[in-house]
């Protein structure tokens, strides 16, 4: 009789699927508030610069750099499995100066400015 599969070999798997796949749902509800709200608003000037930066701040950019990040986990699960998710966040959370790949993401300098348009 084989041993039975230790917890952490069952939740992995699974916990990696809710990650990936709340990723992309986040992603894709930052791209529908810019579809559906804030380009709309933008064309006809119902708000000026200054009233998309204080209710959208940066949305562009986090949508652009949540994608990335999609594409890299979905890369992970075709090659690797989930050996190296952990190094994709690591890689994804370095400041720029700390950063060793001109390809990895960098999410840290974004969320600094969302924070700022948002909270002053």
Not at 13 to 21: D, K
Not at 47 to 61: H, K, M, Q, V
């Amino acid at each position: 009789m084989s041993p039975l599969p230790s917890p952490r070999t069952i939740y992995s798997p699974q916990a990696i699927f809710e990650l990936t796949t709340g990723e992309e749902q986040y992603v894709k509800d930052l791209v529908n508030l810019q579809r559906v709200f804030m380009k709309p608003m933008r064309t006809l000037g119902y708000i000026t610069a200054e009233e998309e930066r204080r209710i959208f701040g940066n949305i562009e950019e986090l949508a652009t750099i949540h994608s990335e990040l999609c594409a890299a986990f979905g890369s992970a699960r075709e090659t690797n499995g989930v050996a190296c998710i952990g190094s994709i966040f690591l890689e994804w959370v370095r400041p720029h100066s700390e950063a060793n790949s001109s390809t990895s993401v960098r999410c840290m300098p974004v969320y600094y400015r969302f924070a700022s348009s948002v909270f002053t």
